[in-house]
Structures are given as structure tokens and as C-alpha cells.
């Protein structure tokens, strides 16, 4: 569904009490077949490693206090990808 033009996908991200949610859409040259990476695109390019474009937000514009929490490696980060189309 991700990989059609019109599919709406949203990211949650959580950590601790922070939270930040991010939407963007699919495309057709989605292929999701990198091993290791997810990268949200505010851009329209596509590679192995993308998972949405037309991202609303990029990692800077994410709460310095989840980043901080996010960077501590004994912390849970909770991830929700969802897609409608």
C-alpha cells in the first residue's frame, strides 16, 4: 500500500513522554530493501533506504528533549508506521 502515489503514511515516534509524529506519502519506486535504514524525506528522492517522501517534518525539527532522550541507548523508543490509502 506505501508504494502507491496516493498512500498517506504517518511515523510516530515515542520516547519516554515525548512524542512526534510526522506524515508524508508513498511512491511506486518505494522498494523498502536496505538491511539497516529508514530515512522520511522531506524531498521527493527515493532510494533503497526510503521510506516515505513529502515528509511534514526532517529530524531537526523534532523536540531537542526526545532527541536527547532518544540518544541514550538503554531507552525504549516506540515506532508506529501506519499507512491509508
Known amino acids: 500500500m506505501a508504494r502507491k502515489e496516493d498512500a498517506n503514511i504517518t511515523l510516530v ?3 519516554g513522554t515525548y512524542r512526534e509524529v510526522v506524515v508524508g506519502r508513498g511512491d511506486s519506486q518505494l ?12 524531498s521527493n528522492y527515493v532510494c533503497n533506504r526510503t521510506l516515505m517522501i513529502g515528509a511534514d ?7 531537542r528533549k526526545l532527541v536527547e532522550k532518544a540518544q541514550n541507548p538503554c531507552r525504549k ?9
Open 13 to 15: 515516534l515515542e520516547v
Open 31 to 42: 522498494t523498502f530493501s536496505h538491511a539497516t535504514d529508514l530515512v522520511v524525506r522531506k
Open 57 to 63: 517534518k526532517a529530524a531537526n525539527d523534532f523536540s
Open 77 to 85: 523508543i516506540k515506532i508506529k508506521i501506519s499507512v491509508l490509502n
